[in-house]
């Protein structure tokens, strides 16, 4: 059975601060909680590049192929000319291409996403209604060999608030 | 504001959380009066012209075309408001459009909506609107690729997904506040729509990124979209169509009247959801400030208009000229040009430009010219091509009429239901704004 | 591999097509058309164009397949009047084929530009970029009253509401012509054979119609005619249609 602890911070260079100490003590299993987007915070946590940005690539990539693959498909089935204009005519597909690259692109980075942010998480995990507010949380897991007593001196050393200790069912 | 206190973060989540779950009785008045006007203005007379013909509205052998596209190019316009000031202020990073994106790219989804909506009005055989998809089907045939009709399908369709997931993605942290703050139904609902979002680095770090990648592809697909919708007009032969200043034309034309659509919804709900702690006044002089840059441009585009149809020196030019200053049409013309061009100039008086009241009426003008605008680009050319003998008329009919009030309702309505449904203030992007909580003041 | 590339030559050949299978023409003499709309007339019989009633026509919903304008010039008592039949010029650089977002008008293998009744959704967009203003839209769905409904032409359909429709060149009686000259023994149709409705009821002979491609057809030599011009030829719209202008006695 694993074990958490939820450490609320009502200011954030505390919280920053705590983060620091834990991961300087050696306790691996460290989630940072915000109600907002603090880029301190994501550096702390080992976050630089998202491998989201690979997948907006290859999705606008393919939706350029597709685009003009799809434009000249429907063209070429049932071969209709229009206009004076060649079957294959370059400019309308390279908008078609256009918007392809897009669409897929936009769809293929909301998989990215989902993906890579392990969403949607519906599961139990350790939260409080305080941490999407005005506080914030750090909330460090433990294994059986690790110290928790020593987790929770940091923690209130730095100045933190409440402290919840959490039991995640098996 | 003299008294202007900075909000606690708890308080940013309390205001805005109200305009969601508290609703007053004012609140279901107004709903029931916009979906009733919805309803009977459009849906019934859209009904009886589906059952009548297209002719119930006052299109003719020479227009064919009537308000029912300069409508769908209207609506289109009003969504790009959200598209700039979403994605384009996020990527230049300016900090006083946190307060009002999300309301801007609700506009924008609404507005899109609304204008499929007369896409399906003005089609003469609406049952069949799904032959210009490429989808199998039992005839072997394909849409044609080379219509700007086609390119304009393939636009708004990922206009539409682009924009929604847009606006979706960057609610999700919201969705995890209203689910916070609710009980029952609505906080399982919202349980659900928030996929579980704790706020975690991980989270934030790939929802940044993500939306980041989102507003660069939004961004150039809005000045696509426009520029495709300005191709139904300048690919054909018609004069005073058939100009390559379509596309900057309508794309400008597009961004100024949306961000003259966004000052209307923010005075709106500023007043009506008690949200004066968060739209204040630098909202007001920045948006006040970009709409006399755009209507600089769009002024500037219009004489660029006239003086390329006198320079060409073709009778067709002329004559389409003519009658746009001085034919029939006239005076609709004079109105555009005076709430777009020169009633936007009193906003360099600073007096002006920071009273709320005063910008509320300057945006409605503002758009009502730009709706006579794309009337007048129907309207005026059409009818009137080449051949003097085959000259004719256009006015629009009652039913047309009431279809474009109807529009309005219809997008009144939507917006209406997405306040309660979505916090309209982005609560975590406002807390970015205000001072950050540190010990070490 | 060499197969391919002359394939895929031929789809980026400006309007596919090397050489048009019958190039169908027709040429208007001016000078001999009296205006007195017996082609109109016809058009109307051989089409089932709809009898829109006074009322939608004095809102301007006719629907004349073929139409005959008129220009006056000058003051009374020195009045003269130009008339000039205007009906589909079959452009083989249509402005009308390219945008219909579903194919339903393109340009067949014999040089005319189709419409398809069944596949149009009433976009009306071909409409708009036409320059002669000769494509008619159904804004209603139109009936006949006894008994004008028995003579109505079973080989051509009626068209509902929301549909495009504009002159085809008879195009009922072109493939009853190339049938024929298929029974006849894989035979092509001589000049003569195919005449459209408005061709064959002009008591001037005003209208002459035929195969451009065939040296020997009588619109062949009439299209070389010094007085022939095109309507709005500055358009690069390529019509189909050959007028042969009006000598003018006063110079």
Redesign the interface.
């Known amino acids: 059975m694993a074990k958490n602890i939820l450490a609320l911070f ?5 919280f920053l601060a705590a983060a620091a100490k834990l991961r300087a003590a050696g306790f691996g299993h460290i ?8 880029p301190e ?2 550096k ?2 080992g ?1 630089e590049k ?1 491998p ?2 690979r997948f ?1 690539l290859i999705g ?1 990539i393919i939706g350029g192929l597709s685009g003009f693959a ?2 000249t ?17 370059i400019p ?2 390279l ?2 291409t ?3 690259t ?2 897929i ?3 293929s ?2 998989l ?2 989902h993906i ?8 139990d ?1 350790p ?1 409080r ?1 305080e ?4 506080r914030f ?1 750090i909330v460090v897991g433990f294994r059986p060999e690790d110290d928790s007593a020593l987790a929770v001196k940091i923690l209130r050393e730095a ?1 933190a608030g409440e402290i919840t200790h959490w039991e995640e069912p098996e | 504001m003299a008294d202007y206190r900075e909000p606690a973060y708890a308080d940013v989540n309390r205001d805005i959380l109200q305009t969601m779950l508290v609703t007053g009785p004012r609140y279901w008045i107004v709903f029931g009066i916009t979906s009733t006007v919805a309803l009977v203005c459009f849906f019934l007379p859209w009904i009886y012209q589906w059952h009548v013909g297209v002719g119930a509205a006052g299109m003719n052998r020479n227009a064919v075309w009537g308000t029912y596209l300069s409508n769908f190019i209207f609506w289109i316009g009003l969504s790009h408001s959200g598209t700039l000031l979403s994605a384009v202020l996020h990527i230049t990073g300016s900090g006083w459009r946190k307060a009002i994106y999300r309301s801007a790219e609700a506009m924008t989804l609404f507005s899109l909506m609304t204008a499929a909506l007369f896409v399906m009005v003005h089609l003469g055989r609406v049952w069949f609107v799904h032959w210009s998809i490429p989808i199998p089907n039992p005839m072997g045939l394909w849409p044609n690729f080379r219509s700007p009709l086609l390119f304009d399908v393939m636009a708004i369709t990922t206009y539409l997904v682009a924009s929604s997931i847009f606006i979706y993605m960057g609610s999700v942290p919201d969705y995890a506040a209203v689910r916070d703050a609710s009980t029952g139904l609505r906080r399982r609902l919202y349980a659900i729509f928030s996929f579980g979002w704790r706020g975690t680095a991980q989270e934030w770090h790939t929802l940044g990124w993500a939306y980041t990648f989102f507003a660069v592809f939004v961004i150039p697909l809005a000045v696509s979209v426009h520029s495709i919708v300005s191709w139904d007009f300048a690919m054909s032969l018609v004069p005073g169509l058939h100009q390559t200043i379509f596309a900057p034309y309508f794309v400008c034309g597009a961004i100024y009247s949306g961000t003259a659509g966004i000052v209307t919804v923010m005075y709106l709900l500023r007043r009506c959801l008690n949200l004066e702690r968060y739209i204040r006044e630098i909202h007001l002089d920045n948006l006040g400030k970009l709409l006399i840059a755009l209507s600089l441009v769009w002024s500037y585009i219009n004489i660029l208009e006239l003086f390329t149809g006198w320079y060409s020196g073709t009778s067709y030019e002329y004559e389409a000229l003519r009658f746009k200053l001085f034919g029939f049409y006239a005076p609709l013309y004079w109105e555009m040009i005076t709430f777009c061009a020169l009633v936007p100039l009193l906003i360099f008086w600073k007096k002006i430009r920071l009273s709320w009241n005063r910008m509320f009426v300057i945006s409605i003008l503002i758009n009502i010219g730009m709706l006579t605008e794309r009337f007048i680009i129907v309207a005026t050319s059409q009818p009137r091509k080449f051949l003097p003998a085959a000259f004719g008329f256009y006015f629009p009919s009652v039913v047309e009429i009431m279809i474009t009030i109807g529009s309005f309702a219809v997008f009144a309505t939507l917006f209406l239901i997405f306040i309660k449904w979505t916090p309209c203030v982005s609560i975590y992007e406002v807390k970015e704004t205000l001072k950050p909580l540190r010990r070490a003041a | 591999m060499g197969k391919l590339t002359d394939k895929l030559k031929q789809y980026l050949k400006p309007g596919y097509y090397d050489k048009f299978d019958y190039h169908w023409t027709m040429t208007i003499d001016l000078d001999r058309c009296t205006g007195c709309e017996a082609c109109v007339v016809a058009c109307q019989a051989e089409n089932n164009l709809p009898i829109v009633g006074e009322k939608r026509f004095r809102e301007r919903r006719e629907i004349k397949w073929l139409r005959v304008e008129r220009y006056w010039e000058g003051e009374y008592p020195d009045v003269k009047l130009r008339f000039i039949p205007m009906l589909c010029q079959h452009c083989d650089q249509a402005p009308c084929e390219t945008p219909c977002p579903v194919a339903a008008t393109y340009h067949n293998q014999d040089g005319l530009n189709t419409q398809i009744y069944n596949r149009c959704i009433g976009t009306r967009t071909c409409a708009v970029y036409c320059p002669y203003e000769v494509r008619y839209f159904n804004w209603f769905s139109y009936t006949w009253d006894e008994p004008l409904e028995q003579q109505l032409n079973p080989d051509v359909t009626v068209r509902e509401k929301g549909v495009m429709e504009k002159c085809t060149f008879c195009i009922q009686r072109i493939r009853q012509a190339k049938d024929r000259a298929k029974d006849d023994g894989r035979r092509r149709v001589r000049d003569g054979e195919v005449t459209p409705a408005c061709v064959q009821s002009c008591p001037a002979e005003a209208m002459v119609f035929g195969d451009l491609n065939d040296p020997e057809s009588r619109v062949a030599k009439l299209a070389k005619n010094a007085r022939g011009y095109k309507v709005l030829e500055e358009l690069n719209t390529a019509p189909s249609i050959v007028y042969l202008k009006k000598v003018n006695p006063d110079g």
């Open positions: 009502q200011y954030e260079d505390d989630t940072l909680m915000t109600p907002l987007p603090m915070a994501e702390l946590a976050l998202s989201v940005r907006s606008a799809m434009a498909a429907c063209a070429l089935v049932f071969i209709l000319p229009t206009g004076g204009r060649p079957i294959i005519t309308p597909f908008v078609i256009y918007e392809m897009i669409l692109g936009v769809l980075t909301l990215g996403f890579v942010s392990g969403l949607p998480a519906w599961r995990a939260y209604i941490s999407n507010i005005d949380s100045g």
